[in-house]
Nanobody, 125 residues
């Protein structure tokens, strides 16, 4: 199974931007669709967006569509989440996840085989 490590979280003011990165190791990266999930205190983990193994297809939750962009670099085994126009409600622990032979559009966390440890994003108002 692939191992995942996220980076890039932090504190930002509302309207600002952050870029999260996830580095994968220990597996064949192109065997996996990749996704980002987030979990706010007291709330369930939710799908933010996903990307197909080749990067040709990306999917987003309605709450982030038009503000967030997922990309992947299969030469570096990384996936990124560019977050713009951040809102206080985007505050959460963000997780990178890998889905073996998935399409990138699964919103169920049960479908994902590997998870990172999470990186905190805090948006102040």
């Amino acid at each position: 199974q692939v191992q995942l490590i996220e980076s890039g979280g932090g504190l930002v003011q509302a309207g600002g931007s952050l870029r999260l990165s996830c580095a994968a190791s220990g597996g064949t990266f192109t065997d996996y669709a990749m996704a980002w999930f987030r979990q706010a205190p007291g709330k369930a983990r939710e799908f933010v967006g996903g990307i197909s193994w080749a990067g040709g297809f990306a999917y987003y939750s309605d709450s982030v569509k038009g503000r967030f962009t997922i990309t992947r670099d299969n030469t570096k085994n990384t996936v990124s989440l560019e977050m713009n126009s951040l809102k206080p409600e985007d505050t959460a622990l963000y997780y990178c996840a890998a889905h073996f032979r998935g399409l990138g559009n699964s919103r169920s966390s049960d479908e994902y085989n590997s998870w990172g440890q999470g990186t905190q994003v805090t948006v102040s108002s």
